[in-house]
Nanobody
Framework: QLQASGGGLVQAGGSLRLSCAAS????????VGWFRQGPGKEREFASA????????HYADSVKGRFTISRDNAKNTVYLQMDSLRFEDTAVYYC??????????????????WGKGTQVTVSS
């Protein structure tokens, strides 16, 4: 199972760090990604990291502001979000796959989805 946490209310320009913790399996076997769904919007890809942490991907909308990382010893993936904007307001979900970050970006072959965590950015 995956559990996302760390969401909250923050002013524009502020920062939050999301965590995605896994239980019950070897987390290091999985590529992990973050997706988000804003009010009235479709779910979209935000960021992904390979099982080793060597490869990362970012949506253009978050590139340069968000940083994904992982600590396999703690079975946790992090999403550091800086310079937050109003349009970053969304429910953020983490997802894990035994495939690659390339397929994960498209939402293909996801083995596990975590429950979301709400991020609200006030303007």
């Amino acid at each position: 199972q995956l559990q996302a946490s760390g969401g909250g209310l923050v002013q524009a320009g502020g920062s939050l760090r999301l965590s995605c913790a896994a239980s019950g399996r070897t987390f290091s076997d999985y590529a992990v990604g973050w997706f988000r769904q804003g009010p009235g919007k479709e779910r979209e890809f935000a960021s992904a990291i390979s099982w080793s942490g060597d490869h990362t991907h970012y949506a253009d909308s978050v590139k340069g502001r968000f940083t994904i990382s992982r600590d396999n010893a703690k079975n946790t993936v992090y999403l550091q979000m800086d310079s937050l904007r109003f349009e970053d307001t969304a429910v953020y979900y983490c997802a894990a796959t035994r495939l690659t970050t390339i397929t994960l970006k498209e939402g293909i072959g996801v083995d596990y989805w975590g429950k979301g965590t709400q991020v609200t950015v006030s303007s």
